[in-house]
């Protein structure tokens, strides 16, 4: 039950992101949709020892990615509320196998 829940959140999040606007010229997303609360309530359920494509399937493709010494990867998401303020972030590193090592979530 909770596998099905998680999908039909992930669907949703995809789904409104896909009906919100792009980003203006500050790089601000224009027509935000307060997604700040579903973004975080997915990235709550990522996990040490996940792959990429499950990050994927849960929060959708990252707004950075960064590799870093040692051939780690970083991915950042944004959370922006309505007003197109940002509210939180989540940071994902992942491990040379390609799987979370560890997951920071930070609220502004």
Request: proline share 2%; hydrophobic share 40%.
């Amino acid at each position: 039950m909770r596998t099905i829940r998680c999908a039909a959140l992930a669907a949703l999040i995809l789904c409104l992101a896909a009906c919100g606007g792009g980003e203006d010229e500050s790089g601000q997303p224009e027509a935000a949709i307060d997604s700040a609360a579903m973004q975080s309530a997915a990235a709550r359920d990522l996990r040490e020892g996940m792959t990429g494509d499950e990050v994927r399937n849960k929060l959708g493709e990252p707004r950075t990615r960064v590799t870093m010494d040692g051939g780690l990867e970083r991915w950042t998401y944004y959370n922006y509320n309505a007003d197109g303020q940002l509210t939180a972030k989540t940071l994902i590193i992942f491990g040379n196998d390609g799987k979370i090592v560890e997951v920071n979530h930070m609220s502004q």
